[in-house]
């Protein structure tokens, strides 16, 4: 098991919502990515937070936003939720500086109906 | 468009059989080239990785084999086990932004005693 927390582990929302999903890093790590999952899908990479500042946004819309925390941890935020957005929403965390291998947490699932 | 194909889909392999799975990239930027392996419910974790400069990483029963002109790169997997049946992804990243990673489709193994 790696040191990746992520809350809640599963959540049902309707069209039109805002969600806020939420992660703790692995003690000691600085960085966390974020990734969306589709069913039978590789993850694709949503946006990355290194040091409470952005530092890199795959291909999805303005409606997808974050923070990160003084401690580390981190939120994903949606707006105006589509029921394409139903999926695996996994962090990720990693000491950047020393380039260290990420850490997976298990993951969010959200379905929005 | 996805930057990293995979094949097969899924694959059945025999108990102490090799499980063959090969992916291409197409962005000559990407130089970290990670495996990941995900079971049901678990968020992934990376198995073993390698940088072009190398054409053969072996780690235990796990070998990846990179041909750097042909932009294809393989994992086979030597006596293959039950406890091995998973979703693999492979994956690609710069070194600079090792962390922010494009994940191939993914590949479904079951191993049958």
């Known amino acids: 098991e790696t040191g990746v927390t992520q809350s809640p582990t599963h959540l049902i929302k309707t069209r039109g919502q805002q969600v806020t999903l939420r992660c703790s890093s692995q003690s000691g790590h600085n960085t966390v990515s974020w990734y969306q999952q589709a069913l039978g899908q590789g993850p694709q990479f949503i946006f990355q937070?290194?040091?409470?500042?952005?530092?890199g946004r795959g291909n999805f819309p303005p409606r997808f936003s974050g923070l990160q925390f003084p401690n580390y941890s981190s939120e994903l935020n949606v707006n105006a939720l589509e029921l394409d957005d139903s999926a695996l929403y996994l962090c990720a965390s990693s000491f950047r500086d020393r380039g260290e291998t990420q850490y997976f947490g298990p993951g969010t699932r959200l379905l929005v109906l | 468009q996805q930057q990293v194909k995979q094949s097969p889909q899924s694959l059945i392999v025999q108990k102490g059989g090799i499980s063959i799975i090969n992916c291409a990239y197409e962005?000559?930027?990407?130089?970290?080239f990670p495996w990941y392996q995900q079971f049901p419910g678990k968020g992934p974790a990376l198995l073993i990785a390698i940088r072009p400069d190398v054409s053969e990483k072996k780690e235990g029963r796990f070998t990846i084999s990179f041909n750097k002109s042909a932009k294809q790169f393989s994992l086979h997997i030597m006596d293959s086990q039950p406890g091995d049946s998973a979703t693999y992804f492979c994956a690609a990243s710069s070194e600079t932004s090792y962390d922010k990673v494009i994940f191939g489709p993914g590949t479904s193994l079951s191993v049958i005693p």
């Open positions: 962005n000559t930027a990407f130089d970290y």
């Open positions: 937070y290194y040091r409470e500042e952005e530092n």
